[in-house]
């Protein structure tokens, strides 16, 4: 196949960094330490128009990075498959059943582009538990671009200077971006500087095409130039991966080369022919597939490393009901998307489920 | 008086009937050297030459030349003159006659030697060679002609007559028999062999010859009566060559006949391990009884590599494996550059698999040679885990198929 010839006209990529909060003790936003708090703020939440509260009402302060707070779920089928109860029910269970919150950090963002004629869209989030937090950041790029052009955003991402944030001089490093998200969520959620939290060493990236056009690119027909090039897009390295191509893939259907997942690490490129038509109802149907895929990978990783930090917290002990939840819901997930179900058949995430089982 | 009387009227008789009788000798003396050559008369001396004629052999093929030795002895004491040969059977040709001395005193002998020829259609069997030899003497002053034969008996022999000879009784009837049935029968099993896909050399085994014998004898006897005069000589080497040869051409036309449709396969459909993608698509889908649906064979060959691809029907060859393709249509851009519309890529596809049914496939490759959809492999041939760079290949030794999986040769994309 030519991989040149595949054009691209929107891609979604879906960035998130994650924090584990051992102590919680003394936190600057009252909510975010009990299970009452927890489920009154969210009652308030869902209550108020918009279904939204600025932080500064929730915690009787401006917060330094968080603004606007949100449920972190909605009334669709995933969190239905996490929480089957009525939707109106949701805030008082939201401790429980670990439901987040969504912050919006300040500033905005924009993306420094290298001589690109695609548009890259920034989104920023911050989702927030009661054990830690994620800071998310959600690129739409929009415009003619290959896979290639798709490798060196990610390049861009991860090596470059490439977030900046409104009316800052000079662009960041993603990891200095996150790291600015984070003291402000240290601060305006837990204990500020003296937050103990551990983050974890790759951030979760997920890639999903949403829009192209010509071929398609198959797993099972790459050169070794082209394989290189589809590599990049989830190990934004030069060096040579030790893995054969086809170890990095993984199919969401048995052996069909246009639904497949290219996987390194934390990081996810997702082709899903079947819903990549141009058609409004499988564009709806592929980005829900695409949010379900971060969502539920993004949850299954806080749980796991509230599970794996679990017996240095004094907050969060191994008795805690947010860890059982977090092990009853790791040992069988709800919603069975097949990434989060590879990832928690992961001999690393089984051997943690026995390890706190004995 | 009366005496008188009596021996004149008798001297009158006598000078009668001796007149009567001169001329009746004279007459008949007459018409019979007129008819015949002269001969010496019982008084005339006699002329005998004994004739010795030796071939150099008994047998002589077609073709062949042969010498034959003659011995004339005058066995007379008159000198015989102007001694000539002549060779008397249709069947043989001279090749060189022996000169004799013109004269031939008696009780001499002369030898000489004469080449001859059978003739390439000369019958097979035993002939007789008539050599005739002219000759003149004087008897009486006259010349004398006479001629004397002496035939010599050889037999005209056909090829390999003698290796014949070596068979069973009979052996060499039924061989030319069968002649014209084995090379049918071989040329039969050539082409059906070849076109079964499983090719092995072809042999006429004992269990042939029982059918074979019938069918010698139908032909023959159907020969026979469409052609009352033919008289097929295998001894002729082109005639034997036709034979042979269009027996054989006519084992591979019943054979062919037999399999029209795998014949078809072979001259129009048959897969190359060049085939361009569209050539490759074409025979794949437009094939006279093209698979509905398509399965993804592994398998390994005689040599233990491995394989896998789409399992296809190589006509008179096994199986062969292909790739599958993608088809999508070309990026806007080019304003004049020809795109499928949706109406037309719903009239093939459905939800990217390709509807079922000829239509649509005649349709996507009409699509395809219009450029209005662009085809790109999909999953390719793999051997040993690498990727093959060609859409189908032939050459596969003896695959052994282990797994198979449903899969769709080309969808939309």
Known sequence: ?358 | MRLDSLARTSLIGFYCLSVVGTLIACVTSTSVRAETTPTPSPTSPQVALDIGITPSRQTVGRQEQLDVFMIVTNKSAVDVRNLTVALFNSDFATLRLPSFPTLLPGFNSVNATASIEANPSAQFKQQQVLFALTYNWISQGQWVTAIQGSAVSIQVVRPFDEEAKGLLGGGAALLYLLLPVIPLVLGYQLMDRSLSGKFQFPTFGADYVVPAFLVAVLINLILLLAFKQLSVDYAEPSTMVAIILGSFLAGLGFAAARRYEDVRLVISWRYDDHDESLTYLKKALLRPDAPSAYETATGTDSEGATWSGVLLAQPAAGPALGATFQVSTPPPGNANAPRASHAEVDQVFTDGSIRPGRAPRRELVKLLEEHKLVPNRAVGITHDGIAKDTNVVTSLKELHITGRTATQLVRYT
Request: aromatic share 10%.
């Open chain 1, 1 to 358: 196949m030519a991989l040149a010839d595949t054009v691209l006209t929107e891609t979604i990529i879906d960035i998130s960094d994650l924090h584990t909060v051992l102590d919680t003790a003394g936190a600057s936003c009252g909510p975010f330490v009990s299970d009452q708090s927890y489920c009154d703020l969210h009652q308030r939440i869902s209550a108020a128009p918009g279904r939204h509260i600025g932080y500064v009402d929730a915690c009787g302060v401006e917060g330094t990075v968080l603004d606007q707070l949100r449920p972190g779920y909605a009334d669709e089928k995933f969190w239905h498959y996490i929480l089957n109860d009525s939707f109106a029910r949701y805030p008082t269970h939201a401790w429980r059943q670990i439901l987040p919150l969504v912050a919006f950090p300040r500033p905005r963002i924009e993306v420094v582009k290298r001589n690109w004629t695609f548009e890259i869209k920034p989104k920023t989030s911050v989702l927030l538990y009661p054990f830690g937090w994620s800071t998310r950041i959600s690129l739409r790029i929009v415009g003619r671009h290959s896979l290639a052009d798709l490798a060196d955003v990610v390049d861009h991402l991860f090596n470059g200077q490439c977030i900046k944030p409104l009316g800052a001089t000079t662009p960041l490093r993603l990891v200095e971006y996150f790291g600015r998200v984070a003291d402000g969520v240290r601060t305006d959620a837990f204990v500020g500087a003296h937050t103990n939290d551990v983050a974890e060493q790759m951030p979760l990236m997920v890639i999903t095409v949403l829009a192209k056009y010509g071929p398609s690119a198959s797993a099972m027909n790459l050169t070794s130039d082209e394989q290189r090039t589809m590599l990049r897009l989830v190990r934004p390295t030069n060096r040579v991966s030790s893995k054969p191509f086809a170890d990095h893939i993984r199919y969401l259907l048995p052996n069909d080369p246009f639904q497949y997942a290219l996987v390194h690490e934390g990081s996810y490129f997702m082709w899903v022919q079947s819903l990549l038509n141009p058609e409004k109802r499988y564009r709806q149907l592929l980005r829900c597939h695409h949010n379900n895929t971060f969502e539920s990978l993004e949850r299954a990783k806080h749980l796991k490393a509230l599970i794996a930090n679990s017996e240095d917290s004094p907050s969060f002990g191994t008795e805690d009901v947010l860890v059982q939840s977090a092990v009853t819901e790791l040992r069988k997930p709800k919603y069975k998307g097949k990434l989060v179900l590879d990832f928690v058949q992961t001999q690393e995430v089984k051997d943690l489920l026995t390890e706190v089982a004995g």
